[in-house]
């Protein structure tokens, strides 16, 4: 791994360790995983026993646990993060799949060129 993924990857666990902690300390239930790729996230347990795994979006500094718009948050304010994450949870996760929060970045690219 070179020291820019290594780097970014390190960002992500201190992020989503303090999401983590934050959570349980709020009795949610929370556990910090690294995915057999190496993508660390935090699985969260919702009010009717569905999880979701949160993750880390460095570029747009967000946390999501999901495609939709509301299951993203800004994870530079903490507790705010923590807040939000803890009432999806508490209202239940969305049925159905977990979205992936991807962007193609050559498409936007070309939608912009003059």
């Known amino acids: 791994m070179s020291s820019i993924k290594e780097r970014r990857r390190a960002c992500e666990e201190t992020l989503l360790a303090a999401l983590r902690n934050q959570l349980v300390e709020r009795d949610v239930s929370a556990v910090l995983l690294i995915e057999d790729s190496g993508r660390p996230g935090v699985e969260v347990l919702d ?5 979701r795994r949160i993750y880390v979006h460095l570029q747009f500094r967000w946390f999501y646990w999901g495609d939709q718009s509301d299951e993203r948050v800004f994870c530079l304010e903490l507790p705010t993060a923590v807040a939000r994450v803890q ?5 239940g996760w969305r049925r159905g799949e ?5 962007f193609n970045l050559g498409a936007l690219a070309e939608a912009y060129r003059f």
């Open 98 to 102: 977990q979205g992936e929060l991807s």
């Open 87 to 91: 009432q999806a949870a508490q209202d």
């Open 47 to 51: 009010v009717a026993g569905r999880t």
